[in-house]
């Protein structure tokens, strides 16, 4: 990979973070919460998708090894900076490579997205080997974009030594990270095709038949609504976990880390998301406010039926100038009276067009000062036109 398409690749990402869509503010446990089902995990967390809300955790910060949930970071890593039609090579390092594996042989070629999806559903060590070396120029290389990906995301208890998850010193993340990343990986559209797929096949080179992948994932199979997304084990791990679901237009993640019960624990931790938290649209886009400006993005977050009344909002304008191409300030929307998001708001009229890419990524930053907010809108417009 050229130093010029990592730049572009890492300057996209960074854009999709700083882009001031929703800032969300920390949670905290609260007495009026529902209560929640508990689970049998060393640490888990739910998180609603669209809004980046932590609904649910149990030692959620807890830096864990993770097994081969590290392979949502590895794919996400791969689909961002490589191309899905680019002939992947297996080399000595990925051919037998120890633990779950797709089989491959030693100099067999396969399209990086096949890989992926060997990667993701039958949770091979081999593919992660060889996509690893291939995307990053070696393994070293791509744990070095793992990493660089991890802090870009904000993710501050994970640490990645390698692409496939087996256990290594220093490696490791935690239940609130991974539904972090799990929620960024979601609004890639080739990663959610992937986790959701339940059996694919590809062409086999050296065998009459083709390579024929069931996923791992039972949820896939058992809960109503379920997309995705990886399973794990280790004999230092134990049994890891992350499942999604979607229901009513509501996406949540599932996360926990060492649960002997974890089918069960996800069935009524999703249940638990579904039924107390639904998804409400508080701002649409577009929708006109005071002294003439309009929200310049939709705001929703999940509520709990007693929370929905307790939403607030505050405008704060700023002076305008031919510099901000329209943007006056922000609308402020808090929870009980605590701050749990920012959206920029427009003259009416200078709304900006939503680039075809668009992707809404939740961040934990705070509103970057108007001129870099411009560049961003150029750049995003630049970046992500076309197809």
Known sequence: ??????????????????????????????????????????????????????????????????????????????????????????????????????????????????????????????????IAEHVGGSEEGFVRLMNEKAALLGLNHSQFQNPHGLDAKNHYSSAVDLAKLTAYAMHNPDFKEIVKTQVKQAPNPNDPWDYKWINKNKMLRFYEGADGVKTGYTKIARRCLVSSATRNGQQLVVVTINDGDDWNDHRRLLDYGFGHFPLVEIIKRGQSLHSG???????????????????????VLQEENELSFGRRGELHIMLDQQLIGKIPVYKRGSLPPVPKR??????????RPDWFTSFQHALRSLLFSGD
């Open 358 to 367: 668009y992707q809404q990524v939740y961040s934990s930053g705070s509103m």
């Open 1 to 130: 990979m050229t130093s010029k398409i990592r730049f572009i690749s890492l300057l996209t990402s960074c854009l999709l973070l700083l882009y001031p869509l929703a800032v969300q503010a920390e949670e905290q446990e609260k007495p009026n919460r529902p209560q929640s089902p508990g689970d049998h995990a060393q640490a888990a967390a739910l998180l609603d998708v669209a809004s980046g809300r932590v609904l649910y955790e149990h030692h959620g910060n807890e830096e864990l090894p993770i097994a081969s949930l590290t392979k949502i970071m590895t794919a996400i890593v791969a689909i961002e900076h490589g191309r899905l039609s680019d002939k992947v090579k297996v080399g000595r390092a990925a051919f037998g490579k120890e633990g779950s594996s797709i089989y491959l042989h030693l100099g067999e070629e396969m399209t990086l997205e096949n890989m992926l999806f060997g990667l993701m559903l039958r949770s091979g060590n081999d593919a992660a080997t060889a």
């Open 293 to 315: 400006v309009v929200s310049g993005t939709s705001f929703k977050y999940a509520l709990t039926s007693e929370e929905s009344g307790q939403i607030g909002k505050k405008l």
